[in-house]
T-cell receptor, first 113, second 113 residues
């Protein structure tokens, strides 16, 4: 039973436009959320995170929004660049720093010139 | 710091063979884990450890063994390889206090014939 879901396996966006990647979760005990980016033949790398006490966190071109009532978060990339083309994973952590991370299945973002 | 290192990068096994995937980290992280990544399945947790001498199962533990004798090392053993274990394997580590950002190794691509 998947607790973190990324329902769009792929997204294609033109360079300079906004990319919006979505993630839904089912467990209301999750209190910390992360986004990872993965290039081919490399390990995932941390991108941005948000605590459940916030509804927005921004880091340069990347902004994560959290809607707890809807159990939904989204990653906005503005403006999108070809180097952003990668697989993006959403992950969630439950209630404890000892807890495991639960990952979604990923969304392949392609940014075309 | 080398971060999280994994060896080998590539491996081909025959069905029934055994092998150990090596993982080491030099960040003094208490928490280490193993994931496998398969097309369309995202990152699935195999085993994890919250410290030396402590291990636990993740989502897909069958066919794999782990041990944690030191803080630095967390090897993953395939006891009798099967074609279903063909995958890309990632080791990850993080601290158990504070933020839960997890650092990933570069991965091991395993093919079982």
């Amino acid at each position: 039973d998947q607790q973190v879901k990324q329902n769009s396996p792929s997204l294609s966006v033109q360079e300079g436009r906004i990319s919006i990647l979505n993630c839904d979760y089912t467990n209301s005990m999750f209190d910390y959320f992360l986004w990872y980016k993965k290039y081919p033949a490399e390990g995932p790398t941390f991108l941005i995170s948000i605590s459940s006490i916030k509804d927005k966190n921004e880091d340069g071109r990347f902004t994560v929004f959290l809607n707890k009532s809807a159990k939904h978060l989204s990653l906005h990339i503005v403006p999108s660049q070809p180097g952003d083309s990668a697989v993006y994973f959403c992950a969630a952590n439950r209630g404890s720093t000892l807890g495991r991370l639960y990952f979604g299945r990923g969304t392949q973002l392609t940014v075309w010139p | 710091n080398a971060g999280v290192t994994q060896t080998p990068k590539f491996q081909v096994l025959k069905t029934g063979q055994s092998m150990t995937l090596q993982c080491a980290q030099d960040m003094n992280h208490e928490y280490m884990s193993w994931y496998r990544q398969d097309p369309g399945m995202g990152l699935r947790l195999i085993h994890y450890s919250v410290g030396a001498g402590i291990t636990d199962q993740g989502e897909v533990p069958n066919g794999y063994n782990v041990s944690r004798s030191t803080t630095e090392d967390f090897p993953l053993r395939l006891l009798s390889a099967a074609p279903s274990q063909t995958s890309v394997y990632f080791c990850a580590s993080r601290r158990t206090g504070g933020i839960v950002e997890q650092f990933f190794g570069p991965g091991t691509r395993l093919t079982v014939l």
